[in-house]
């Protein structure tokens, strides 16, 4: 079946620091991959995708690239702010309609 | 407008107690879905209507109801919950898939949060 895996948080870092949280991902055929983010007491927002192998995502100054070598789609900041603080959530989708989601990072950044 | 909108916002139930939960979004999407969220986890997929018609039951117990009345509606009905069952309960949209098309981006609301005495 179809998994995804996510670092294990949490991750603390000081405002301007450079944020990565690494995704990698199992799956059949050619999934479409996201990254999600929940801030506290909200649901889910997308915050970027990609469709196909080497397209990069990105919004809000994140991005992330779609390897399809390596199966990854790691999430990457150059410089975090204190709203960043949330929780992040790698997922993809397939044809099937069902999402899989990794077990979330939670990311604290401290002025 | 890109939201999905749910009610209500908090709710407190007994273990007899009947109550809904109701969500709407007006993007046109023609996939909708009903997950339910523990602290500090991922989403749990539970059902999924597509085109109004329900496509998957992640084997969710009985005394959770989903119902599609339209389009646009998308509604789930409790009934005898158990304390375990509180949580935040998400719905989310998608356009579906339409032609061939691969899609999967999923649009949420805020959810509702459900506690169980």
């Known amino acids: 079946g179809n998994s995804v895996t996510q670092m294990e948080g949490p991750v603390t870092l000081s405002e301007e620091a450079f944020l990565t949280i690494n995704c990698t991902y199992t799956?059949?055929?050619?999934?479409?991959l996201f990254w999600y983010v929940q801030y506290p007491g909200e649901g889910l927002q997308l915050l970027l995708k990609?469709?196909?192998?080497?397209d990069k995502g990105s919004n809000k100054g994140f991005e992330a690239t779609y390897r399809k070598e390596t199966t990854s789609f790691h999430l990457e900041k150059g410089s975090v702010q204190v709203s960043d603080s949330a929780v992040y959530f790698c997922?993809?989708?397939?044809?099937?309609?069902?999402?899989?989601f990794g077990d979330g990072t939670t990311l604290t950044v401290k002025p | 407008d890109t939201e999905v909108t749910q009610t209500p916002k908090h709710l407190v139930m007994g273990m007899t107690n009947k109550k809904s939960l109701k969500c709407e979004q007006h993007?046109?999407?023609?996939?909708m879905y009903w997950y339910k969220q523990k602290a500090k986890k991922p989403p749990e997929l539970m059902f999924v209507?597509?085109?109004?018609?329900?496509?998957i039951n992640e084997s969710v117990p009985s005394r959770f109801s989903p119902e599609c009345p339209n389009s646009s509606l998308l509604n789930l009905h409790l009934h005898a919950l158990q304390p375990e069952d509180s949580a935040l309960y998400l719905c989310?949209?998608?356009?579906?898939?339409?032609?061939?098309?691969?899609?999967?981006?999923?649009?949420f609301g805020e959810g509702s949060r459900l506690t169980v005495l």
């Open positions: 989310a949209s998608s356009l579906g898939t339409s032609g061939g098309k691969r899609t999967g981006e999923l649009f």
């Open positions: 209507y597509s085109y109004e018609k329900l496509s």
């Open positions: 993007m046109g999407h023609r996939a």
């Open positions: 997922a993809l989708s397939t044809n099937a309609g069902k999402s899989t």
């Open positions: 990609a469709t196909k192998a080497d």
């Open positions: 799956a059949t055929g050619y999934p479409s």
